[in-house]
């Protein structure tokens, strides 16, 4: 195996965590936003308001997304196992 196939393989799991921790973190930062505006409007400055708004968002992206997070995780998995031999057998 070459430094130049354990890096692709890095990157590729990189990609990965990227593509699966995008919907949590856009969302929080969206639901953060929000409620962050309204704050700014209402003039309540409460740190632990934005808490569980945040948290029910997430739940929901993590029940609505799951099953294709889930999918994307098997499938690279998947992948990676099935290079194992071509990996050993003759260097990448």
């Known amino acids: 195996m070459t430094d130049v196939t354990v890096i ?13 921790c995008g919907p949590m973190l856009l969302t929080a930062l969206a639901v ?5 505006l309204f704050q700014s409007v209402t003039q309540i400055q409460e740190q632990t308001i934005s808490f569980v708004p945040k948290a029910v968002a997430v739940g929901v992206v993590l029940v609505v997304c799951g099953r294709w997070m889930l999918h994307e995780l098997t499938t690279y998995t998947s992948n990676l196992y099935e ?6 057998s003759h260097g990448g």
């Open 8 to 20: 692709h393989i890095g990157m590729g799991a990189l990609v990965l965590a990227a593509k699966l």
């Open 32 to 36: 953060g936003f929000a409620i962050s």
């Open 83 to 88: 290079q194992i031999p071509a990996l050993l």
